[in-house]
């Protein structure tokens, strides 16, 4: 029979190897795992294993704050409880519940105010595959407004692919580009905005998101348009609040060229900043906000998250 941390390492390992992609998704299946594992083990495995459950899936991508956020509450949760393990138990599910249901309402409120920024007859650019991006695109077609996005392609490992077929399948009309040809597709096709997704937010508003955002962002400013970020602001790093900087993750050389000659070294980072200076607006779920106020508005929406991280930053220091 399977153990329940042995669900929790298939989870943990699907997320390492990308068939689970996509910040949101990798806190939803994350949740989701923490939540089958409490129902699931037994007192003994729970006692045990709990922090270990944790650990792996903390651990299975290093830029993934939201889903920092969520098991370092869910861990708080079950320690205030862990001298009874049935309160425990039912402490982690409901905690994992709430966690849930706190990331649907947070993204169907981005989607609410997302949408009516898309411009009717209007260019939209975006760059790897952001879910939230793509349900903000879809219900904007849904609501009427006709617009073309260009997606690209995002090397090595094509997210872009993605996006572009869930918008086609939606009916909306899509341009879709090598990476480098992100310039050129700007002063061909004159965007009016440009729209990301986030992987992680830092205090200060700087966004960190796929490899090529910045190129993406670089652009926008050359031929004057437009850069939004659609996110929850559930992926704020609270740890840069204490100082410490978002690790950024280096994947695997093999993704971009297995069989590379020997004395070429090839280098893999998944991800890159771009500065609030880039970026004209955040869509979350309070509405469209400038980059700087990012932690001051996550303190008023979630302030038991922020007590928690607070309280265990303190402790650290
Ligand atoms: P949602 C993705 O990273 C992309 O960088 C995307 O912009 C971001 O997650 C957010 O996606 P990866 O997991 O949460 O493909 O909006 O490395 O779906």
Known sequence: MQTALRLVEETASKIRRMEIRGATAILRASLEAIREFAQRASDEELRAEFSRAIELL????????AVRNALLYITYVFREHKENVSEAREAVIGASQRFLQMLDDALSKVVEYGWRRIPNGGVIMTHCHSKTVVNILIRAHREGKRFVVITSETRPLYQGRRTARELAEAGIKVYHIVDAAMRWAARRFKPDLALIGADAITSTGVVINKIGSKLLALVA?????????ATTLLKLDLRTVAGEYVPIEMRSPSEVWPDA????EVLNPAFETVSPEFIDGIICEAGVIPPH???????????EIWNVSSTSHHASL
């Open 58 to 65: 903390l651990n299975a991508r290093p830029t993934e704050p």
């Open 221 to 229: 400013r050359e031929f004057d348009f437009p850069l939004y970020v």
């Open 261 to 264: 000659p020997p004395n070429v």
């Open 293 to 303: 106020d990012v932690l001051r508005v996550f303190k008023e929406l979630y302030p």
